[in-house]
């Protein structure tokens, strides 16, 4: 099954059935990166998406426990032709300002990608695809956090659960 860009929920799941999460990983793939923008890009990613899962109110689980979901972050840096404005964590006046500039029609850009997936059946129910976030050579601590919190800001709450409701399982 494809999944459109840009979507979020990839599958219907019973939301209300998750409590617990855990941060598997950060693939960064693409062009070669400087081994430490892997390694901030590493870091940011998990800090940034645990703090934000957190504030959602879903528990992080230890790392012998099995959550009820995980998050996966991808990072790709590839050349693109003219950045979509829509796309771009920069303000649309600004993208557009220097989209006539013949040194940054093809560039090196970043492409995030934010997967969750069901720790139970492996299959994946959240995805959001930021294509060209930002040019390569603007990758900084505060643009990689503002990537992810966009991609994490359709995200839903924690349901949290009345115990006085009875359980029909």
Request: glycine share 2%; proline share 6%.
């Amino acid at each position: 099954m494809s999944t459109p860009e840009n979507s979020e929920f990839t599958k219907t799941i019973n939301f209300s059935s998750l409590d617990t999460f855990s941060y598997k990983h950060t693939l960064v793939t693409g062009m070669d990166f400087r081994t430490s923008e892997e390694l901030l890009l590493e870091e940011l990613s998990e800090q940034t998406i645990v703090k934000g899962l957190a504030a959602r109110g879903f528990q992080m689980s230890a790392p012998e426990v099995p959550s009820d979901f995980f998050a996966v972050v991808k990072w790709k840096k590839s050349v693109s032709h003219h950045v979509n404005p829509f796309d771009h964590i920069d303000p649309y006046n600004e993208v557009m300002a220097r989209r006539d500039d013949s040194a940054r029609m093809f560039a090196p850009r970043l492409q995030l990608t934010l997967e969750i997936y069901e720790t139970s059946s492996g299959n994946m129910f959240w995805r959001k695809d930021l294509p060209n976030i930002f040019d390569a050579i603007q990758l900084t601590e505060e643009r990689v956090v503002d990537s992810l919190q966009r991609a994490l800001k359709n995200f839903p709450q924690h349901i949290e659960k009345d115990p006085n409701l009875p359980n029909i399982e």
